[in-house]
């Protein structure tokens, strides 16, 4: 970790919670980590990806369910993304005939989500809080429920897929399920909540009857380009920096976290000032102690949070997902002992897959010098 960013994969938990563990085995991840299918000398995985705004799926301020997700436009938002990314296996260009055959033949897609730190602005909650796990837990479960109810619907209007036949699917056992697959297989060593809200009866009930038009329909990518095109948080990473620079073709531009300057301005704290010192300190609170308490902890950069809370809320995700999680570590002081214990608490949760292991070590981003 002082040279690159190391990452770790769990093959166990990948192969033992697959769904289509009866048809090959998943060698290894893509390298984002997110995708999690079978490979071998005939087929080459092929999955398809698409991310919902999860920061845009609130009630809006003034309706009595304010700062409250709306499973109705949810559910809407992800059974017409489910539909188009089932459309894009028909239509796309495959370069190998290899790759075309196994994306034709089990037709995975991976629905995500971004802007996972954005909806924690607008509940007002930490990231390093046990509140941020739970929300983490039921938001997941509802992007899940209504992406396998999608694709549920679609089998019944347009058929299931080729492999479905002996998959866990076909045997009545849903992502949740497969965890205690994993606990039996450990013999233990698997402490997770099993919690659950939703009416996953009447989905299993669901699925029985009209199969699954995809074998894989879960996976959180990195969304690094997109979440900047939409401007919420990537994924659902913790925010790197309240104020940064991006470059691209057309120049540099100053970043600036837009929840944090709405608070600074409705408390009287938004000046030059204020800027300098954002700049002076990367973008971080932390020093800055005209700032209350309460907005340091809520404006919480990525290495001021401990990586356990990180590795908590995934975990949490984790128990809906089919596939996996882009799930990045981030730790400002790293030992033998912290690497051992980040490590250990991800595999007794029963994550999947980890991403980049990165520490302050690594080349911090450049400081702006422009007015903000």
Partial sequence: FETGHPWITFKDPCNVRSPQQHVGVVHSSNLCTEITLNTSDSEIAVCNLGSVNLAAHFYPQGHEKFGQLDHDKLKRTITTAMRMLDNVIDI??????KARDANLKHRPVGMGIMGFQDALHELRVPYASDAAVEFADRSMEAVCYYAYLASTELAEERGRYASYRGSLWDKGLLPQDTVELLRTSRGGYVELDDSATLDWDALRARIKQHGMRNSNCVAIAPTATISNIVGVSASI??????????????????????????????LGLWDEVMIADLKYFDGSLAKIDRIPAELRSLYATAFEVEPKWLIEAAARRQKWIDQAQSL?????????????????????????????????????????????
């Fill in 328 to 372: 990045n570590i981030y730790m400002s002081g790293v030992s033998g002992r912290k690497l051992d214990e980040t490590y250990k608490l991800a595999w007794l949760r029963g994550l999947k897959t980890t991403y980049y292991l990165r520490t302050l070590g690594a080349p911090s981003a450049e400081k702006s010098t422009s007015r903000a």
């Fill in 92 to 97: 796309n260009y495959y370069a190998v005939k």
């Fill in 237 to 266: 990473e913790p925010t790197y920096q309240n104020i940064f620079v991006k470059s691209n073709l057309s120049g540099e531009f100053t970043i600036i976290n837009e929840h944090l300057v709405k608070d600074l301005k409705a």
